[in-house]
Antibody, heavy 117, light 109 residues
Framework: EVPLVESGGGLVKPGGSLRLSCAGS????????MNWVRQAPGKGLEWVGR??????????DYAAPVKGRFTVSRDDSKSTAYLQMNNLKIEDTAIYYC????????WGRGTLVTVSS | EIVLTQSPGTRSLSPGERATLSCRAS???????LAWYQHKPGQAPRLLIY???SRATGIPDRFSGSGSGTDFTLTISRLDPEDFVVYYC??????????FGQGTKLEIK
């Protein structure tokens, strides 16, 4: 059983929007901090943002390049986290991974987002 | 923001040899909140080490982490052919902003 599965990636034009989903299983999702990390083509890993568990306040934090454009949310009833991406730029092209926990102990296999005209 | 610099960028070694990967921080990492990951192409990254020296569940004991403050090391005592992939360090001490190193690639000599 794969603990985290991302979906929702695809091709979008600059300025467009996309929502990614991350479905969790095999652990207590409502207690998990959920992160998003991306890897642009030929580049390394870059942390994007995080939502804490509701018992820890459910607050969100973002990396500077996406702050104000991306929003992380969660639906614990569906064991799913989301990454809403607005005003997408070409440089947002990447594989997007979700990962649980304070130090990212479990990861999904990622979903590819391509921003191109 | 804490900047992590990994060295070398690429290291050529043979199976059975010992690998030493470095991760240097631009400022001290509080409580040694430093993790290491292994990333194979097309797969999910895998946590190897957290808290600078604690092995994650299921990680073989040939992987070890050490260091404190600004200098950290991942050591692979005897390289298996499957170990020749990319390794990243991550600091999670300057919360809420996490930063990764740029990665070290191990290649077969």
């Amino acid at each position: 059983e794969v603990p985290l599965v991302e979906s929702g990636g695809g091709l979008v034009k600059p300025g467009g929007s996309l929502r990614l989903s991350c479905a969790g299983s095999g652990f207590i999702f409502s207690n998990a901090w959920m992160n998003w990390v991306r890897q642009a083509p030929g580049k390394g890993l870059e942390w994007v943002g995080r939502i804490k568990s509701k018992p820890n306040g459910g607050t969100t934090d973002y990396a500077a390049p996406v702050k104000g454009r991306f929003t992380v949310s969660r639906d614990d009833s569906k064991s799913t986290a989301y990454l809403q991406m607005n005003n997408l730029k070409i440089e947002d092209t990447a594989i997007y991974y979700c990962a649980t926990g304070w130090y990212l102990d479990l990861w999904g296999r990622g979903t590819l987002v391509t921003v191109s005209s | 923001e804490i900047v992590l610099t990994q060295s070398p960028g690429t290291r050529s070694l043979s199976p059975g040899e010992r690998a030493t990967l470095s991760c240097r921080a631009s400022q001290s990492i509080s409580n040694n909140y430093l993790a290491w990951y292994q990333h194979k192409p097309g797969q999910a990254p895998r946590l190897l080490i957290y808290g600078a020296s604690s092995r994650a569940t299921g990680i073989p004991d040939r992987f070890s982490g050490s260091g404190s403050g600004t200098d950290f090391t991942l050591t692979i005592s005897r390289l298996d052919p499957e170990d020749f992939v990319v390794y990243y360090c991550l600091q999670y001490g300057a919360s809420p902003l996490y930063t990764f190193g740029q990665g070290t690639k191990l290649e077969i000599k």
